[in-house]
């Protein structure tokens, strides 16, 4: 259980996490077209009916993969392959039969949802077109599921960079195509001049049901191929007791919801932050629907596109390491449980910090240079960039260590309490302070905390585990200020010289990968044990080795 499963454990992880990245690098791309095409009005269209369309997926599949591997793995652990794959297929059923409820209720309702919840009537149209990926969405999430409760992340992996190559191609395209139509027949709707963006908005969405179909497909080819070497262990299995389809059915439910209900609380406060901001600023500040799409545009196609990028890596380390803690739990394996949250903690900091700062630091320039919008009001939204990454990257990573060790409701109460405080300390920032946009960051950035300081107290309590402050934050935050210190001023010295904001941003963020790198290694915030853990780590000590850094 030593250095194999923790090794195995930042392998899978790191699997998951190239593919994160790789598909936000994707998604990043194609979201500046889009952008562009969609316009401020459009891309508050696009996120309104994506905000709902989230609602609903956190009530149906989003908990999917992380409670269908963790039932799978249990079993697993103790060798009972037959009722594995029985979980598997009861999962399945489970979860296509709340697919295609989810999906109906998402299209029929889609009008009333919109325009009485959300007071934006335009974004029914993308939201009618998102509401088919719902059913598609639940399927593959529970093939996913089955495949990372075996500890192989391959399939969502390659699943995910092909679901966001197929999004991104016919996102760009269906939002141009769609936009120039609905302004050929903006006379006749009774969107009026609106049809446009909101048409424009559901050419984006079309993308990305197409993408999970390309995904579903691919899992599937994948579970084919490998069908033979899932049977092996099935044919050889000697349980002697199977599970009835009765008993995996409760095992089914009584593990998804208080799953389901802890991703949802989780992540609605993000949700729930749009009508309220909407409610709030259009009824008591009678500022207008397009002002305050504009606003939101802002907000979610910019900020949180690019703040949800580290936090990725967390969700990746997060779904590697549910299955990993299970066996660990089960084997009552204390030391390796131990290792594999103090590995994940740490990793996950060394990612958010340095990913915070830099937004923090060149937010504004980054946002010039993929999205054209060099204005004040967005640049400053980016300087709690930091603040964002850290907190959400750390909550991620305590919830999924909570749901390891089979403390199902504690993330549901923690999240909770965070979420109350969240719906209180939100309203007040928006009609007392009048902080606008800036209420809807500082309020999430409060939620986040909240959750991570509780869960951190969780964690001591069932598991004696306390964060090593200095190592896990004070370490990575120092390298990190260093690195962001060493950014601005290239940033700053190279625009004095060359006043092409595109040449300074990629110098400064070049500049910026190379300092925080040899600060890591010179002040031994990464060990060489800990290089060791992670993919092509013993080419990375030769090579560190050369140029005499380690």
């Not at 077209?33 to 969609?38: A, D, F, G, V, Y």
């Not at 409670?67 to 037959?82: D, G, N, P, T, W």
């Not at 080819?221 to 349980?239: A, C, E, H, M, Q």
């Not at 980016?382 to 993330?411: E, H, W």
Request: charged share 15%; with cysteine; glycine share 8%.
């Amino acid at each position: 259980m030593g250095r194999k499963s923790k090794n195995s454990f930042v392998i899978q992880g790191s699997i998951l996490a190239f593919a994160g990245i790789l598909v936000r690098i994707i998604g990043l791309i194609y979201r500046i077209p889009l952008t562009r095409i969609l316009g401020d009005e459009g891309n508050g269209y696009y996120s309104t009916a994506y905000d709902i369309y989230n609602v609903l997926i956190l009530l149906s599949s989003q908990s999917m993969p992380l409670a269908v591997s963790k039932i799978v793995s249990e079993k697993l652990e103790r060798r009972q392959y037959k009722n594995a794959y029985k979980i598997f297929k009861g999962a399945l059923f489970y979860g296509a039969v709340l697919g295609v409820s989810f999906g109906l209720f998402a299209f029929l309702g889609a009008d009333w949802l919109a325009t009485s919840v959300y007071k934006s009537q335009p974004a029914a149209v993308a939201l009618k077109v998102l509401a088919p990926t719902l059913t598609v969405a639940c399927i593959l999430g529970v093939m996913r599921g089955y495949f990372q409760g075996m500890g192989n992340m391959i399939p969502t992996a390659i699943s995910q960079i092909f679901e966001q190559i197929v999004n991104a191609v016919v996102s760009v395209i269906a939002a141009y195509e769609l936009t120039v139509y609905g302004v050929s027949i903006s006379k006749m709707s009774k969107l009026g001049e609106s049809a446009g963006p909101a048409y424009g908005a559901a050419g984006g969405t079309l993308g990305t049901l197409t993408g999970a179909i390309a995904a579903l497909i691919i899992v599937v080819i994948v579970f084919w191929n490998s069908y033979g070497n899932i049977k092996k262990p099935i044919r050889k299995d000697k349980t002697k007791v199977e599970d009835s389809y009765a008993t995996i059915t409760k095992v089914i439910i009584f593990t998804i919801t208080p799953v389901l209900i802890s991703s949802t609380i989780y992540n609605i406060s993000n949700l729930l932050d749009n009508p309220i901001y909407g409610n709030i600023v259009t009824g008591i500040f009678d500022v207008s629907s397009k002002t305050r799409a504009e606003l939101w545009g802002v907000y979610s196609a910019k900020y949180r596109v690019l703040t949800t990028m580290p936090i990725a890596i967390a969700s990746s380390l997060s779904t590697a390491i549910v299955p990993a803690m299970v066996r660990s739990y089960i084997a009552k394996d204390k030391q390796g449980m131990e290792n594999k949250v103090s590995l994940a903690l740490k990793f996950s900091m060394l990612i958010a910090f340095p990913c915070g700062m830099g937004l923090s630091v060149l937010g504004g320039p980054i946002n010039q240079l993929l999205f054209g919008d060099g204005s004040r009001r967005t640049a400053t939204i980016m300087i709690f960039s930091l603040l964002t990454v850290v907190v959400f990257s750390l909550s991620t990573i305590s919830n999924a260590i909570l749901q390891g060790i089979d403390k199902l409701n504690i993330p549901i109460k923690n999240s909770a309490i965070s979420l109350v405080l969240h719906l209180i300390i939100l309203p007040v920032l928006l009609i007392v302070f009048r902080l606008d946009i800036y209420a809807v960051v500082i309020g999430d950035i409060t939620f986040g905390l909240t959750v991570s300081i509780l869960n951190a107290f969780s964690i001591k309590k069932h598991m004696g585990y306390s964060h090593d402050l200095r190592e896990t934050f004070l370490r990575p935050f120092i390298c990190s200020a260093a690195m962001g210190i060493m950014c601005y001023l290239a940033y700053w010295l190279t625009s004095k010289i060359i006043p092409i904001n595109a040449l300074c941003t990629l110098f400064a963020i070049m500049v910026a990968v190379i300092v925080y790198a040899v600060v890591l290694i010179i002040s031994g915030t990464v060990t060489e044990n800990e290089l060791m853990s992670v993919p092509k780590g013993t080419m990375l000590i030769r090579l560190l080795k050369k140029v005499h850094l380690l």
